[in-house]
Nanobody, 128 residues
Framework: QPQPVESGGGVVQPGGSLRLSCAISGDTLDHYAIGWFRKAPGKDREGVSCITNTGRNTDYIDVVKGRFSISRDSAQNTVALQMNSLKPEDTGVYYC?????????????????????WGQGTQVTVSS
């Protein structure tokens, strides 16, 4: 099983940017769909974005479209989530997760039950 490790969280003012990184150890990114999830205080965990094992397809929840961008670096075995125009409602703990795919199973879904491996999370706080 791969082990995702998140980094890059912090405190930022509304309108600011942060870049989260998810490092995958134990296997190559080519074998996994990767998703970013977040958990805000008092709210259920929600999927934010995902990227397929090939990197050719991505998906986002509506509230972050146009502001967040997910990408992967095969050489570094990392997946990044670039977050721009941050809002207070983006505050939460962000988690990186992975589930195994083959080259013939090129998809990603933002449903937590599908993911097999999870990181410990990184805190993002958007506040003035």
């Amino acid at each position: 099983q791969p082990q995702p490790v998140e980094s890059g969280g912090g405190v930022v003012q509304p309108g600011g940017s942060l870049r989260l990184s998810c490092a995958i150890s134990g296997d190559t990114l080519d074998h996994y769909a990767i998703g970013w999830f977040r958990k805000a205080p008092g709210k259920d965990r929600e999927g934010v974005s995902c990227i397929t094992n090939t990197g050719r397809n991505t998906d986002y929840i509506d509230v972050v479209k146009g502001r967040f961008s997910i990408s992967r670096d095969s050489a570094q075995n990392t997946v990044a989530l670039q977050m721009n125009s941050l809002k207070p409602e983006d505050t939460g703990v962000y988690y990186c997760a992975a589930y195994r795919r083959t080259l013939r199973q090129e998809d990603c879904i933002m449903m937590a039950w599908r993911y097999e491996s999870w990181g410990q999370g990184t805190q993002v706080t958007v506040s003035s």
